[in-house]
């Protein structure tokens, strides 16, 4: 299970090239909007038991769950996600028992990122807080598939849920 707590953002601002170059800053400005982030880190942590993906899009995010217990389900438990300082607890199917064991399935959508994946060439960075194995960034956020990234933690191999702690980096491309 995945367990997403003690989320915390922190972003730059986007530099001019510079200060004397008017047409310098002009082109950083292009290079992505102004409004977008130049970096940002989001402190995800998840209890987890077996392998989990989620997918991050703009200020969404979404479980996608494959094997064992779904984040935050195993043994009955309902544990939140937390995301920043927010304790979101997904809607699950539910089928065929509250665990969502093996299901193939996905929660529901969180809307409400305080920072969300710019819309803007990007790489990202997972680190590894605590965690049983390595978090893997398996899509990267890309104009093809519309900046979306998706990452997968996973505890396969070991029995029983754990918690996973990852700092989330993304890093805009300039």
Same mark, same amino acid.
């Given at each position: 299970?995945?367990?997403?707590?003690?989320?915390?953002?922190?972003?730059?601002?986007?530099?001019?090239?510079?200060?004397?170059?008017?047409?310098?800053?002009?082109?950083?400005?292009?290079?992505?909007?102004?409004?977008?982030?130049? $970096?940002? *880190?989001?402190?995800?942590?998840?209890?987890?038991?077996? &392998?989990?993906?989620? =997918?991050?899009?703009? #200020?969404? !995010?979404?479980?996608?769950?494959?094997?064992?217990?779904?984040?935050?389900?195993?043994?009955?438990?309902?544990?939140?996600?937390?995301?920043?300082?927010?304790?979101?607890?997904?809607?699950?199917?539910?089928?065929?028992?509250?665990?969502?064991?093996?299901?193939?399935?996905? $929660?529901? *959508?969180?809307?409400?990122?305080?920072?969300?994946?710019? &819309?803007?060439?990007? =790489?990202?960075?997972? #680190?590894? !807080?605590?965690?049983?194995?390595?978090?893997?960034?398996?899509?990267?956020?890309?104009?093809?598939?519309?900046?979306?990234?998706?990452?997968?933690?996973?505890?396969?191999?070991?029995?029983?849920?754990?918690?996973?702690?990852?700092?989330?980096?993304?890093?805009?491309?300039?």
């Amino acid at each position: 299970m995945l367990w997403l707590a003690g989320c915390s953002f922190s972003h730059g601002q986007w530099q001019p090239v510079g200060d004397d170059d008017a047409d310098a800053q002009q082109v950083v400005a292009d290079a992505a909007p102004p409004d977008a982030p130049s $970096s940002f *880190v989001l402190r995800v942590q998840a209890w987890v038991d077996g &392998r989990s993906r989620l =997918t991050f899009h703009g #200020t969404t !995010v979404q479980w996608e769950h494959f094997q064992f217990a779904a984040p935050g389900r195993e043994a009955g438990v309902n544990i939140a996600t937390k995301l920043g300082e927010v304790d979101w607890f997904p809607m699950w199917p539910d089928v065929p028992t509250a665990e969502n064991r093996d299901c193939n399935c996905k $929660s529901s *959508v969180y809307t409400d990122l305080p920072v969300g994946i710019p &819309r803007a060439p990007s =790489t990202t960075t997972l #680190t590894a !807080v605590m965690s049983r194995k390595p978090p893997t960034v398996i899509q990267e956020p890309a104009e093809a598939n519309d900046y979306t990234l998706v990452v997968e933690l996973s505890d396969l191999g070991f029995g029983g849920s754990a918690t996973n702690i990852v700092d989330l980096a993304v890093n805009v491309v300039h």
